[in-house]
């Protein structure tokens, strides 16, 4: 059964746009990370949010987590051609068991 | 460039084929991981050592047989798959196992034939 949820599963927007992704779980999560993967190839390290209502940004890229620790977004801010790819968010499902899970991933193209 | 390296990038295998796909991290990590990428399906952790023990395998099959020689080098061998088994493979690694965020490398993309 999928236990990470996001959506949407695909987007495309303008350039200079704002987005959001959300991620959410029906259990409590122990860490929720985000990357970024381009087709194909290897997924890159964005962010790692541990702490109920933690919330860090990087450049444009901002990533929240909500106080249950089960929902997670990532919003980017005046989106660029250079944020095209797939984001995906991953968790532990608890701590020191590897139970790593991820979700589908979402699809972002971004209109010169 | 996150310091793992996987190799080969694509591998074309037939279903009687024996091959292997080697992963390196030159990270100093402690933990490495092999996860499965299949279309439209989240991606699958498939096994996990931590200092060189297995410390997971995730119900895969035994046509997958990994092999951790040492904590910088990961291989997983490959024998009489089926179709469904082409996929991306990503080899990732971690500081430590069961914790913090994980480098991934580039990915072996198989197909069997």
């Known amino acids: 059964s999928q236990e990470l949820e996001q959506s949407p599963q695909s987007l495309i927007v303008q350039e200079g746009k704002n987005l959001t992704i959300n991620c959410t779980s029906s259990?409590?999560?122990?860490?929720l990370y985000w990357y970024k993967q381009k087709y194909g190839e290897g997924l890159i390290f964005l962010m790692m949010?541990?702490?109920?209502?933690e919330e860090k940004s990087h450049e444009k890229i901002t990533a929240k987590l909500d106080e249950k620790k089960q929902q997670s977004s990532l919003h980017i801010t005046a989106s660029q051609p250079s944020h095209a790819g797939i984001y995906l968010c991953g968790a532990d499902k608890s701590s020191g068991t590897y139970k790593y899970i991820f979700g589908t991933g979402t699809r972002l193209k971004v209109l010169a | 460039e996150t310091g793992v390296t996987q190799t080969p990038r694509h591998l074309v295998m037939g279903m009687t084929n024996k091959k292997s796909l080697k992963c390196e991290q030159h990270?100093?990590?402690?933990?490495m991981y092999w996860y499965k990428q299949s279309a439209k399906k989240p991606l699958e952790l498939m096994f996990v050592?931590?200092?060189?023990?297995?410390?997971e395998n995730n119900s895969v099959p035994s046509r997958f047989s990994p092999e951790c020689p040492n904590s910088s080098h990961l291989f997983l061998h490959l024998h009489t798959l089926q179709p469904e088994d082409s996929a991306l493979y990503l080899c990732?690694?971690?500081?430590?196992?069961?914790?913090?965020?994980?480098?991934f490398g580039p990915g072996t993309r198989l197909t069997v034939t």
């Open positions: 259990k409590t999560l122990y860490g």
């Open positions: 990270l100093g990590h402690n933990a």
């Open positions: 949010l541990q702490k109920g209502g």
């Open positions: 990732a690694s971690s500081y430590r196992g069961g914790e913090g965020q994980q480098y």
């Open positions: 050592y931590n200092f060189k023990e297995q410390t």
